[in-house]
């Protein structure tokens, strides 16, 4: 598949959707703009990739909806060189707009299958992360903490405290939490002990996989 101005053109019309439904940031914007999003769906969905919609991908999971993405995106306040840790590479998406974003970004992913061919396909795009495992998000990323920005892109039942304890001071982790239907929620770190919450209403996400062994 190729990148065309039919595709740059549907994603101007995405972009103009997302500003409608309260989008503000045009760093976030302007990333969903550039991004070729249907490269990264299977091409038989190429159709529905400039719809506000979230789509199957490999491993049973989805390619978020943009709005969710772009929400995600506005709460971490993401700056240039900023070193974010992504909860959940997915089809790498996210990871590609944090990259247009400035971040120096790290991310886990548990699905073996996912993981390599994400990582080849972000390459081949000319986005390089600062860092791609394949691992279990609930125990973040120790060796590379503290982070200034977290962004889990599953559905967490709670927040794993690891997460807490790898933001920087004024660092912010965006999660989405609760079983069937999810908070949007976004934790502040202000002191060592102390951390400021909001949340943001009800999002539908797939579930954070843990790892039992």
Do not use: W
């Not at 590379?144 to 912010?172: D, E, F, H, M």
């Amino acid at each position: 598949m190729k990148d065309t101005l039919r595709h740059a053109g549907k994603r101007k019309q995405l972009v103009d959707v997302l500003i409608r439904k309260g989008i503000k940031n045009k760093a976030v914007l302007a990333a969903i703009n550039k991004i070729p999003r249907h490269l990264f769906m299977d091409s038989g969905f190429e159709d529905h990739a400039y719809q506000d919609k979230a789509f199957p991908i490999a491993a049973d999971q989805t390619i978020s909806q943009p709005y969710t993405v772009a929400f995600q995106s506005e709460l971490l306040e993401v700056g240039n060189g900023d070193r974010v840790l992504e909860i959940g590479t997915g089809s790498g998406y996210q990871t590609a707009v944090l990259c247009e974003l400035g971040a120096k970004v790290y991310s886990i992913e548990r699905q073996k299958e996912l993981f390599k061919k994400t990582k080849l396909f972000l390459s081949k795009l000319g986005y390089r992360p600062k860092h791609l495992s394949f691992g279990d998000g609930y125990k973040g990323l120790e060796e590379y903490a503290p982070y200034k920005g977290i962004i889990v892109t599953a559905g967490a039942p709670y927040v794993p405290k690891p997460l807490l304890s790898q933001l920087a001071i004024n660092g912010r982790l965006v999660i989405p939490v609760g079983e069937d239907v999810q908070i949007m929620t976004l934790f502040i770190r202000k002191t060592e002990t102390q951390f400021e919450k909001h949340e943001f209403g009800e999002f539908r996400f797939v579930p954070l996989l843990e790892d039992k062994n």
